[in-house]
């Protein structure tokens, strides 16, 4: 074994046994789970397909896995999906390709990520629904839980982000992120040795939204003081609400 190979062996246990943390810590998996995997193409979630398949493998139960794609041809991104097909077949897990369109959501108008993202979601829901899946995992880490925090303060005036595990549809389904506690840049180092960058999703409104200035900040964040973004992480736990200003009681 080369060296490359026994790092990316290690690498590969490291995350698996995080994100293994993770799934026990937030009681992700049942057994008799039939679980749906939100592939986007990119190198997250085709880390967390590895990491449910070793999950399926490893745990003292069984459970189902089913891997989708939903494409937008009209969206502006490319992907690869022989890529897809190809690591699905070797990990022994079903692979579906299904076809959607944007679709306007409410009165006002929304950017084309937004639309992009909200109508592949529903149809992920949609095809769970159709394959009887109660679960439905998705690839995001703990920047993508400070992004849309930092979002969703400064352009929504409101404090939520994305919790690890989520019922949705009164109790019907529930949303799990295996990856959520990992650190970005351990995931980009296994994908950059597992060449999932150059698989992965590209879109030409990369660079043309909220989401990619948000990012450079915590960089910075992350540039200037170590633990700053990981600590921006665990305050999401850890909120004195006495100690922050509230709206005036109402009085009759």
Not at 88 to 98: A, E, G, S, T, Y
Request: hydrophobic share 40%; glycine share 6%.
């Amino acid at each position: 074994m080369n060296e490359q190979v026994k790092e990316i062996v290690a690498l590969h246990k490291k995350i698996c046994r995080k994100a293994g943390v993770t799934i026990r810590d937030h009681q992700m998996l049942e057994p008799g789970d039939n679980i749906l995997l939100g592939l986007s193409g990119g190198k997250d979630s085709m880390i967390m397909l590895e990491v449910m398949a070793e999950r399926r493998a490893s745990l003292p139960f069984n459970f189902d896995l089913t891997a989708a794609h939903i494409h937008i041809e009209t969206a502006g991104y490319t992907v690869n999906r022989v890529a897809m097909e190809s690591l699905c077949q070797k990990l022994n897990v079903p692979f579906v390709w299904k076809e959607a369109e944007i679709e306007p959501v409410g009165k006002k108008e929304k950017g084309i990520c937004f639309l992009c993202s909200w109508n592949r979601r529903k149809s992920l829901f949609d095809l769970a629904r159709e394959l009887d899946a109660g679960k439905l995992a998705l690839g995001h880490h703990r920047y993508d839980a400070l992004e849309t925090m930092l979002i969703n303060m400064i352009y929504h005036g409101s404090i939520s982000s994305l919790p690890h595990k989520l019922s949705m549809f009164d109790g019907r389904m529930q949303l799990i992120r295996p990856l959520l506690d990992m650190d970005e840049n351990l995931l980009a180092d296994y994908a950059g040795k597992r060449d999932f960058q150059s698989e992965g999703e590209k879109c030409r409104h990369v660079g043309n939204n909220q989401r990619e200035w948000i990012s450079e900040l915590i960089a910075y964040i992350e540039k200037n003081h170590e633990t700053g973004a990981i600590n921006m992480f665990r305050s999401m736990g850890k909120i004195f609400e006495e100690y922050l200003p509230q709206k005036k009681a109402r009085t009759s």
